[in-house]
């Protein structure tokens, strides 16, 4: 999963998606919010945004998905032109809330950070799961990270797929391979070579 916020990349959002269509599976689109504040971001920042996804990707079979971050308003008006969800972090709709104005259809993430939250979100209306961090990051201020035997942990009490978060590079993503997956964003969007970097994370985290 790549965690696509514009304002952080070394490029424009257009031609880095264009270059690592085929290496991902899903796009979440998460512009920064105004400001110093943290919220979720503008409406109309994420629904031009998951647009422009939209464009470069498609909505055909094998395309990548394209989710929205905490909008729940977004994911509602572009679920029939492609968005495929949404992702909820704590401090945004709760599931239950995100379902009933959503329907049956789109797909809703929810973030975890402790082994209790991944238990709770079983009663939850989730497709899926993010955890972490996994190791500290500096995207949010983590100056201490969970550790991948806890995300592996995680991943086996999880009710539905997880994707551990938080400072993977191509220098430790092979010890989330028991997991096989992972959302990543400034590794790729810092990189001078992003396609390179999502190869070698690929074969990290799929080495047996």
């Known amino acids: 999963m790549l965690l696509l916020t514009p304002e952080s ?25 105004l400001g110093a504040s943290r919220g979720p971001a503008p409406a109309r920042a994420t629904f031009e945004l998951a647009l422009e996804a939209l464009d470069v990707l498609g909505t055909g079979a094998d395309a990548p998905l394209v989710i929205v971050d905490d909008r729940v308003d977004v994911a509602c008006a572009l679920w029939e032109r492609g968005v495929a969800g949404v992702h909820l972090g704590a401090e945004d709709a709760p599931p239950r809330v995100a379902r009933d104005l959503l329907g049956p259809g789109p797909l809703i993430g929810r973030s975890t950070h402790t082994l209790q939250e991944v238990v709770l979100a079983g009663e939850e209306p989730v497709d899926y799961l993010g955890f972490g961090p996994v190791n500290p990051t500096a995207t949010k201020g983590y100056e201490r990270g969970l550790g991948p035997e806890l995300a592996w942990v995680a ?8 994707f551990p978060i938080g400072g993977i590079d191509a220098t430790n993503a092979d010890t989330l391979a028991e997991v096989g997956r992972a959302a990543v964003g400034s590794v790729l969007l810092t990189a ?3 396609r390179e970097v999502a190869l070698a994370l690929r074969a990290a985290l799929t080495a047996e």
């Not at 424009?12 to 998460?30: A, F, G, K, T, Y």
């Not at 991943?155 to 997880?162: G, N, R, V």
């Open 192 to 194: 001078q070579r992003p």
């Open 9 to 33: 990349s070394a490029r424009d959002p257009r031609s880095l998606l264009e270059e690592l269509e085929d290496l991902i599976d899903i796009v979440q689109v998460r512009p920064k919010p």
């Open 155 to 162: 991943s086996s009490a999880a009710h539905c797929p997880l």
